[in-house]
């Protein structure tokens, strides 16, 4: 079922038509009363006029800026109005409003299995809209309680694709890939919401964490990781020290070294570099070779 534009007429016109027949109505009234002898069929055309006048302002509504108000006529879709003012319709037309703002909402923290079974906390940020009011009123039951299930299941589904980390295999992961996972949520949502006559704008994650069971001893790996990358760093970095100081050295003939010196200065090189704590100088007194 898809949305079509609903049969209606601008209100101020016809509000003053309505006031119009019931001007009328009440001096055929009026006519019928002091005629009563002579002319009682005007009191009657009277009487119907001021019943046609009531029935008929039955059929007045408003509608707001970004809404559209949906008609049923004994139960069939009559049609969206989304014209903004007063309208008037039939007045057999049931109508309801429907919202076609900019709307968002936050899911509850969900506890999932990321691809590598590890248990985490996920939630996220969506904001919709209605496109189609015909399926968003007559395709699901609840369009707006429609549209934060969905989410969450597609959330769900998102997040056991991906791992938390990322791995050396390129894989996407959740913590560093936002916009890939942003626009595969997105995706996954409007897939579950096109029924719905629901336009996802946009979506994504506003909390992401382990679970609380292995938050510490994951930490504790994040830490590793951290430490082993900074040591390997250093360890290059110090090697390449070393390699120019030896090659500056042999350049600039400032001292000749052997191979035993060679490796006693880069072992001592090494250690200044690479070591945690501020070494202490020892001075040599005596000779190069005689300590």
């Not at 919401?193 to 506003?206: C, D, T």
């Amino acid at each position: 079922m898809n949305e079509q534009q609903g049969f209606s007429t601008a209100g101020i016109p016809t509000i003053f038509f309505v006031l119009l027949l019931g001007l009328i109505g009440l001096a055929l009234e009026g006519y019928g009363l002091v005629h009563q002898a002579s002319v009682f069929g005007a009191l009657a055309l009277g009487i119907l006029t001021h019943v046609l006048a009531v029935f008929m302002a039955k059929g007045f509504f408003q509608v707001a800026p970004n809404e559209g108000q949906v008609l049923q006529l004994f139960g069939k879709y009559h049609g969206t109005v989304r014209e903004e003012g007063l309208r008037w319709t039939n007045p057999f037309c049931s109508r309801r409003r429907v919202s076609l703002r900019v709307r968002n909402f936050e899911s509850g923290k969900l506890k999932v299995n990321d691809s590598d079974g590890n248990p985490i906390e996920i939630a996220a940020v969506v904001v919709w809209e209605v496109v189609d009011t015909a399926e968003a009123v007559f395709c699901v039951d609840d369009y707006e309680n429609f549209v934060n299930i969905q989410s969450e299941s597609a959330l769900r589904q998102m997040a056991q694709n991906y791992p938390y980390d990322a791995h050396d295999d390129g894989k996407p992961a959740l913590r560093s890939h936002g916009e890939v996972i942003n626009n595969h949520l997105r995706d996954e949502i409007q897939a579950r919401l096109e029924k719905a006559g629901v336009r996802v704008i946009e979506a994504r994650i506003s909390h992401l964490a382990y679970a609380q069971e292995i938050a510490q001893a994951m930490l504790q790996r994040q830490q590793a990781s951290a430490i082993v990358a900074a040591r390997e760093r250093i360890v290059e970095g110090a090697v390449g020290m070393v390699a120019m100081a030896l090659d500056k050295l042999k350049q600039q003939g400032v001292v000749e070294l052997d191979e035993e010196r060679k490796a006693a200065m880069v072992s001592n090189l090494l250690v200044v570099l690479c070591g945690d704590r501020a070494t202490q100088p020892v001075v040599n007194a005596g000779t190069l070779y005689g300590g």
